[in-house]
């Protein structure tokens, strides 16, 4: 795998997940997660732990690992403890959800519904469903946000009152309100009905990258 790292995510149990532009997942198990038997025999005399490498080269078509691009921007892990991977293969233009158990790899891809191959955020929301913005940073035209409640997928766009198809960041208040950050400002969507924030409402700039809430 490549130095060029675009995610990283601290696993529940210990491990440390990377991913990589060009270069696939890099998962990271720490000396003191080494146990059991996932217990490693040939730990280096320096103390550091073990790398476990995830590629997405031939010969099928989502990689011999299960990894859906090259290029992973985001990483999470949802309530059930399974890891989620955003990639996509700038070059093909595929892409699509790497979804990790433990042992083996499940894939979410626009065959199966996604309005884009590039995934650019995952939240896991209070109530174990899955949430996803897509748009590919320019370079699809189509988009949107996916929510998954491990059935099947439900699409928002901007034919539902998205403010934009490029959704960068996905944040959810105390109030079970979902925000949305575009490239074209803020969409709130609550309860069922979608408010767009812009510079016109005192927001810097209208792309907005990340979305955090203070305590």
Not at 26 to 35: A, D, E, K, N, W
Not at 184 to 212: C, M, Q, W
């Amino acid at each position: 795998v490549l130095d060029k790292i675009t995610s990283l995510h601290c696993a529940d149990d210990g491990t440390v997940w990377a991913g990589h532009i060009y270069g696939g997942i890099s998962r990271y198990h720490p000396p003191s997660v080494l146990t059991g038997e996932n217990r490693f025999s040939d730990l280096s005399t320096s103390g550091m732990g073990k790398f476990t490498s995830y590629t997405p080269e031939v010969p099928n078509q989502y990689g011999p690992d299960g990894l859906t691009g090259t290029t992973s921007h985001v990483i999470e892990q949802s309530s059930d403890g399974r890891i989620w991977l955003g990639g996509f293969e700038w070059d093909s233009g595929q892409g699509g959800l790497s979804i990790y158990d433990g042992n083996s790899f499940a894939t979410l891809t626009t065959e199966d519904g996604l309005p884009s191959g590039a995934v650019d955020c995952i939240f896991p929301a209070t109530d174990g469903v899955m949430w996803m913005g897509t748009g590919g940073r320019g370079q699809h035209l189509k988009g949107g946000v996916a929510r998954y409640d491990g059935k099947g997928l439900v699409i928002f766009t901007t034919a539902d009152g998205l403010v934009s198809n490029q959704v960068f960041s996905i944040y959810q208040t105390s109030n079970g309100a979902f925000w949305f950050g575009t490239d074209k400002g803020v969409s709130v969507y609550h309860p069922t009905e979608f408010h767009r924030i812009s510079e016109a409402d005192g927001l810097v700039n209208n792309d907005v990258t990340v979305i955090h809430c203070d305590p």
